[in-house]
């Protein structure tokens, strides 16, 4: 089984949260390849940036800079899906249909459909909208 895990996946597996610990169980349980997205990498990255940028410069830095770093090495213990010319041509698809549903969720969805992966979210109203995105959440 090949899964793609949406930023909210990601982060609960990456920061062991309970949560995170019983994905884990049930990918290791159906024996699945998982990967996540550029996208994914996207926000997370926008995400730890924003928030360093609150805290002023220095001291007040540090702690937030470690965790930075830990969601940075978690990158490499996982295959990040590219936004590819295929992804693209799937996003391009896909908005012309004109969802109601982000960007950024979109592209999850067109890398996620390239790869004809199922996704594992926790913004199911959202992913939904999409036609033939084949979509779970498995931490709930």
């Known amino acids: ?3 793609v895990l949406d930023t909210n996946h990601y982060r609960e597996l990456i920061h062991e949260t309970s949560l995170g610990e019983h994905l884990m169980q049930r990918l290791d349980a159906s024996d699945a ?8 990498a996207q ?9 360093l940028n609150r ?10 800079y470690g965790l930075f770093l830990i969601a940075l090495k978690a990158f490499e ?24 549903i982000g960007t950024m969720d979109l592209k999850i969805a067109a890398i996620t459909m390239s790869h ?12 939904a909208k999409v036609p033939e995105l084949r979509v779970e959440n498995w931490l709930d």
Do not use: C, K, Y
Request: proline share 3%.
């Open 1 to 3: 089984m090949f899964v």
């Open 33 to 40: 390849d998982v990967f996540t997205t550029i996208v994914t």
């Open 43 to 51: 926000e997370i990255t926008e995400g730890w940036s924003a928030e």
């Open 55 to 64: 805290r002023r410069a220095g001291r007040d830095q540090v702690h937030a």
């Open 77 to 100: 213990r996982i295959t990040i899906l590219p936004f590819d010319d295929d992804a693209a041509e799937h996003f391009h698809r896909l908005q012309s249909l004109r969802p109601r």
């Open 116 to 127: 004809s992966a199922l996704l594992l979210t926790r913004n199911l109203s959202d992913f």
